[in-house]
């Protein structure tokens, strides 16, 4: 099975940095996914990391570490409008499942 | 359509009463996910579909939950005798395929209160 934990809330201020951690325990690993989920909506699409480092998408970053069951979420130049869940998300040996964190939710201040 | 979309968005239903939920994956996506979102929890996986192979219903939490997609497009999930623990929201979500590498897309939810 997979056991994936990440912080439950997080707060930072507006124009700041957070960085979101994500460590998993799995029996297979297929790629690690980030999805952003604000409240009453779906969650979107953030990365899909597969291979070890740094995957970079303008003010989203995403890491792995495959040796280490590792990965962070790093969000710059943080905007009201990123106050949201983001949800750790891990593919399985059975390459189309996901297992899912229960989620980090950010709270970003003015 | 352009994203995937799930009906109904908000059901209140009675304990023992059934409940069907609807999804409508992205066209030309032939992979097709349920899962179900607790307050405070995780997403927990259900079911998923691929094609015409053999669903994996490994996730479903009792006999009284079931889905089928007909057609491979469509799918409707439905909990007979619902529990005030069957709570939740339902996201239905689909990928181009079920392999690694394919991105999942997920619909609006279906938030179902069993009173």
């Known amino acids: 099975g997979q056991n994936i934990d990440q912080p439950t809330e997080m707060t930072a201020t507006e124009g700041a940095i957070v960085q979101i951690n994500c460590t998993y325990q799995?029996?297979?690993?297929?790629?690690l996914f980030w999805y952003q989920q604000h409240a009453g909506e779906a969650p979107t699409f953030l990365s899909y990391n597969v291979l070890d480092g740094l995957e970079e998408k303008g003010r989203f970053s995403s890491f792995l570490s495959r040796s280490k069951g590792y990965s962070y979420l790093l969000l710059k130049e943080l905007q009201m409008k990123d106050s949201a869940s983001y949800l750790c998300?891990?593919?399985?040996?059975?390459?189309?499942?996901?297992?899912f964190g229960a989620g980090t939710t950010v709270t970003v201040r003015a | 359509g352009a994203g995937v979309s799930q009906s109904p968005s908000n059901k209140v239903t009675e304990k023992g009463k059934d409940v069907e939920l609807r999804c409508d994956p992205i066209?030309?996506?032939?992979?097709l996910y349920w899962y179900r979102q607790s307050l405070g929890q995780g997403l927990e996986f259900l079911i998923y579909f691929q094609g015409n192979s053999a669903p994996d219903k490994s996730g479903l939490p009792s006999d009284r939950f079931s889905a089928e997609r007909t057609g491979g497009s469509v799918s409707t999930l439905t909990i007979q005798r619902t529990q005030q623990e069957d709570s939740a929201v339902y996201l239905c979500?689909?990928?181009?395929?079920?392999?690694?590498?394919?991105?999942?897309?997920f619909g609006e939810g279906s938030w179902l209160t069993v009173v």
């Open positions: 799995t029996s297979g690993f297929n790629g």
């Open positions: 998300a891990v593919r399985g040996p059975r390459d189309y499942k996901l297992s």
């Open positions: 066209s030309g996506h032939t992979a």
């Open positions: 979500a689909s990928s181009l395929q079920g392999g690694a590498g394919n991105t999942i897309y």
